[in-house]
């Protein structure tokens, strides 16, 4: 079967750097997608990753490993609207995206 | 830009009645277009895959006749739920698949119905 794997929760600082991990299981690869959802909303694009290796936008960036089926999302410079749940998707073989059930970030002060 | 919407953004009706919620993108042209249903505190379920001038693809367990799908032009979608139960209050979301190198998809921000 097909699987994407996130923590459910994480908890960081105001200022400081948190990564969210994602490892996958699917039929085929055809890209790796973070998204991010506020509460009540829809979510928002951030990333995507096609290749292995580091995509910097920001404070936030997204690394790939197609081998390992590994990608991390890191947000550096944490504000208090990064609180949010983040998404990691995978589009397989079939070119269907395949949604992980998200990790919610909490932010503290 | 990348821009969706939704129309309207909540609506409340009478179990039985019927809604429909529309899904346009405003910059760009979607051959293909994606339903998706989030309860709360639940990850994303999507529950049809509309392409323009063509039946939409449901995803198993979701109704058909229950989830009228029509995309009827490059920019828009619609979704009625038909004969609306309290069990169908949800968070309906659609996407818009906008091609190009990563194909994103782009969402729509959302239609928040609650049944009574």
């Known amino acids: 079967g097909q699987n994407i794997d996130q923590p459910t929760e994480m908890t960081a600082t105001e200022g400081a750097i948190v990564q969210i991990n994602c490892t996958y299981q699917t039929s085929g690869f055809n890209g790796l997608f973070w998204y991010q959802q506020h509460a009540g909303e829809a979510p928002t694009f951030l990333s995507y990753n096609v290749l292995d290796g580091l995509e910097e936008k920001g404070r936030f960036s997204s690394f790939l490993s197609r081998s390992k089926g590994y990608s991390y999302l890191l947000l550096k410079e944490l504000q208090m609207k990064d609180s949010a749940s983040y998404l990691c998707?995978?589009?397989?073989?079939?070119?269907?995206?395949?949604w992980g059930a998200g990790t919610k970030l909490i932010i503290k002060p | 830009g990348a821009v969706v919407s939704q129309h309207p953004s909540w609506v409340i009706c009478k179990s039985g009645t019927s809604v429909k919620i529309e899904c346009r993108s405003l910059d760009f042209q979607a051959t293909t277009m994606f339903w998706y249903r989030q309860f709360p505190k639940q990850s994303l379920m999507l529950m049809a895959t509309?392409?323009?001038?063509?039946?939409?693809?449901?995803e198993q367990g979701v109704e058909k006749d229950k989830f009228l799908i029509n995309h009827a032009s490059l920019t828009l979608s619609t979704l009625t739920v038909t004969s609306a139960h309290p069990e169908d209050s949800s968070f309906y979301i659609c996407?818009?698949?906008?091609?190009?190198?990563?194909?994103?998809?782009?969402f729509g921000p959302g239609t928040r119905l609650t049944v009574l």
């Open positions: 996407s818009a698949h906008k091609g190009g190198e990563s194909d994103t998809q782009y």
């Open positions: 998707a995978v589009k397989d073989s079939n070119y269907q995206l395949i």
């Open positions: 509309s392409n323009e001038g063509s039946k939409a693809t449901y």
